[in-house]
């Protein structure tokens, strides 16, 4: 059974929720926080609620509608959505305020809006969807899970278009704390140097990346979604390429039939080897794009690019801004995602034109 | 690919026992778990009674064979996941293809509110130690690592669903032949957070909790841990399977992110969903493990939502929320588990405290333990924060 991508929503630091050529004018940073471009979310909710929403319900919601629009889809059977960290700046207020005002006169909003299943169920409620609705909340799987529980309702025919997606957050408190775990550059690099920069860490991101996914071919769709598979704290390098050809196995093909990998370097020289390891041991003369110096690092950014490798087949292009190595072919037919996320979660998603 | 998927074993660990047999004795001997707070530190000790689990956490990491220092959360969970496992009868568990798919709402909260007292008065203050698994999927790896799972581990969070969610997710990674075994359900400790959190939604009783009494004023929180092992059909032929899990479904209420609609509207559509799968009529039901949760909104709207499936012909009915408390990302997983072992072994469980009978129902809930019942096929309810409705169906091998 096919599963195509019908419409996908992106909101990130780049100028995603536009429209228009991918990447046409990538807006380039020079700081190891970057923060989302926020579209005019009035065109999806009411005012008044914009206000008591926190950004990460915003840039889920904003993105889940873009996506829906993309496919001419009003109504999804099922809402399936991954975030790592889910709702951070409800948890920050209302454990700040417990600390500070010694467990007494605390007020519910934020804690209503500090569960990680607050983004799913507030697009199920401005859609009135009484559909299936998940959450999953693992790490650098999150987004992956996702989608492959999407794939696995639509093969057993209980729902006919899910919308699927990965979104995350930085908030003050997170970023001061993450960054208190070594995992930034210690001096900000500019985003096309950040993939060659000669040193540890990397620069932090966030954003919602939807995917409305569905059995039928509408007409928006480029690209079908042919396999999703994940690998967790492989022991070797070896286990990493094993997987990955197994994977390619599964879906039919050989490195050969790839035109284009896209890969999640972060510009962490520790962490960017095994991407080098992988394309000299299965793609040496691959094209190669990227994506992580345009969004940053977060444990759902592969969502980010998915996004970007489905546009890419859209265009049959490699932006300038995403090449990484190489000249993609004239025809850009299957293109393989791969990911890591700390060293610990590996991902790969297939995409093949339809 | 595998067509049905059973229930192989299960582990609990609640407010009423560390294991599976002490929670089905204290059933039997109509004991509860609420009492005052005796690990949970907070200015409400007094005020909330609470199911906690009898243990500190010395204890607790003596059992679980983990470091006292992490997550009460992750130590719960892996006290729970290997009973589980010890029960299916499996043996090695790196024989097989193996998924841990774990619920919970908080990750590792308990740690993370120690710490911010400290990084809030000085932001390079509080150890990182006790930050470092305050993700939800921190502490499901904690577990797995353990363990030695590694071909599929995922973490589920839709508030007091999600161990409910993780068995739907589990059954369909054995049903698409990715695993032949997925230990799936949810672990959650009590913190600061969360009963402060409810609190402040004014549905927190100050009395032991009364689900389905018209006399409710709310719920009491618990804590624990519960996992049922899916086998396939290939595993589930060598094995002596407890049931089989055969319907499930998921629904949203989509009418408020923390109140259920007036008429139980998600609540209907997954239990209709879950019978639908399994190609049930509602009279065939045996027993139903309520939600049951003793607020005045859950009760009502789940109660409506059973009548207007069920009439006229109600099944045996209880929460067991009245014995556990409510144990949020647990308690899908631990009333699973029950309620295989309602199939399993005929049993259906009290509802304690219940005395006045709710003027917008027809039925009440059972207040005796029995066993040795014949039960085919046993319903369990879990629905919650935003607006995430979830029912599961056990049915006797056949």
Known sequence: MQIYI??????SPQETAQGGPLLATPREYEQVRL???????????????IRRMSRVVKMGVGAANLSLEAAGITAPDAIITGTAYGCLDDTGVFLTKMVNQQEEMLTPTAFIQSTHNTV????????????????????GFSFENALLDAIMILKEGSAQHILAGGVDEITNHSHQLLSRFGLYKKTPVK??????????????????????LGITKQPGAVAELSGVSTLYKPLWEGEVIGHIMKFLEDNNCTPADIDLIVTGRNGDIDQDEIYEEVADALFPEHAEASFKHLCGEYPTAASFGVWMANAIIAQQEVPEAAAFFGKAPEKIKKVLIYNHHQGTHHSLVLLTAC | MSEKVWIAGGGVISGIGLDVPACIQSFRDMKPGMEAMQHLSS???????????????????????????ISRTALLSMIAAREAWQSSGLGDISQYRVGFVSGNTVGGMDKTEDFFAEYLSDPRGGRLQNLVHHECGSITELVADSLGVRHHISTISTACSSGANALMYGSRLIRNNIVDVVIAGGTDALTRFTLNGFNTLMILDQQPCRPFDDTRTGLNLGEGAGYVVLVSDSLAARLQPWCRLSGFANANDAFHQTASSPDGTGNYLAMKGALDM???????????NLHGTGTQNNDVSEGIAINRLFAPHFPAMSSTKSFTGHTLGASGGIEAVFSALAVKEGIIYPNARFEHQMKELPFAPVTAFSAGHDLQHVMSNSFGFGGNCSSLLFSRAS
């Open chain 1, 6 to 11: 019908n419409g996908t929503g992106c909101i």
């Open chain 1, 35 to 49: 923060a989302t471009v926020d579209p005019d979310y009035k065109q999806w909710i009411d005012v008044k609620q």
């Open chain 1, 120 to 139: 799913a169920g507030q697009i199920a409620l401005l859609l009135g969807c009484n559909g299936y609705n998940n959450t999953f909340v693992h790490r």
């Open chain 1, 191 to 212: 985003t096309m140097e950040l993939l060659n920069s000669p040193s540890r860490g990397t620069i932090a991101g966030e954003g919602a990346a939807f995917f409305t």
């Open chain 2, 43 to 69: 200015v409400h000790r007094t005020t909330f009674p609470v199911a906690e689990v009898k243990a500190d956490n010395a204890t607790l990491a003596d059992i679980a064979r983990m470091p006292e220092n």
């Open chain 2, 278 to 288: 399994g190609g049930l009529q509602p009279q065939q039901i045996g027993y139903i």
